[in-house]
């Protein structure tokens, strides 16, 4: 039985080194930055309560994202990224105008962020970090409801 077992899995070697050889394998990896986060002597400079929408600006610079808030208030958000990605691609031709193939991507990417949300009079409320789109996703205000049709009743 074992000996059976080896024969078959040199066979499937065998084979599978013949395939490769007619073909094509290539191999990614990629790895990406955008942005930086804000330098912490900045964020500090930055009081809940004191600081407003000028100060803010005057020490993070332009956000990346900007919405409304629930209430009238105003999020701000700078983000940045990085992002790694391993993959691997192998043709292998069938015949003389076909091939077969298979492509993997393993990617891993973040996009964090420091908001800052504000009051109606554009004073800071709070600064929070953590990803993008679930601070986005916990404060921006949801979709309306539908208005009642004029015939309706009520």
């Given at each position: 039985?074992?000996?059976?077992?080896?024969?078959?899995?040199?066979?499937?070697?065998?084979?599978?080194?013949?395939?490769?050889?007619?073909?094509?394998?290539?191999?990614?990896?990629?790895?990406?930055?955008?942005?930086?986060?804000?330098?912490?002597?900045?964020?500090?400079?930055?009081?809940?309560?004191?600081?407003?929408?000028?100060a803010c600006?005057?020490?993070?610079?332009?956000?990346?994202?900007?919405?409304?808030?629930?209430?009238?208030?105003?999020?701000?958000?700078?983000?940045?990224?990085?992002?790694?990605?391993?993959?691997?691609?192998?043709?292998?031709?069938?015949?003389?105008?076909?091939?077969?193939?298979?492509?993997?991507?393993?990617?891993?990417?973040t996009r964090?962020?420091?908001?800052?949300?504000?009051?109606?009079?554009?004073?800071?409320?709070?600064?929070?970090?953590?990803?993008?789109?679930?601070?986005?996703?916990?404060?921006?205000?949801?979709?309306?409801?539908?208005?009642?049709?004029?015939?309706a009743e009520?």
């Amino acid at each position: 039985m074992g000996t059976e077992r080896g024969l078959l899995s040199r066979a499937c070697g065998l084979l599978l080194a013949a395939l490769l050889a007619s073909g094509c394998l290539s191999l990614r990896w990629r790895r990406s930055t955008t942005d930086r986060p804000p330098e912490s002597e900045r964020l500090a400079a930055l009081v809940p309560g004191v600081s407003d929408l000028d100060a803010c600006l005057h020490e993070l610079g332009a956000p990346n994202e900007v919405w409304e808030l629930p209430g009238g208030g105003t999020a701000l958000a700078w983000a940045w990224s990085k992002s790694r990605s391993l993959g691997a691609s192998v043709s292998i031709p069938l015949a003389e105008h076909a091939n077969a193939s298979f492509d993997y991507d393993r990617a891993d990417a973040t996009r964090e962020a420091y908001v800052a949300f504000f009051d109606r009079s554009l004073v800071l409320r709070e600064l929070r970090r953590g990803r993008l789109a679930d601070l986005r996703a916990a404060t921006s205000p949801s979709l309306p409801e539908p208005l009642l049709e004029p015939d309706a009743e009520q």
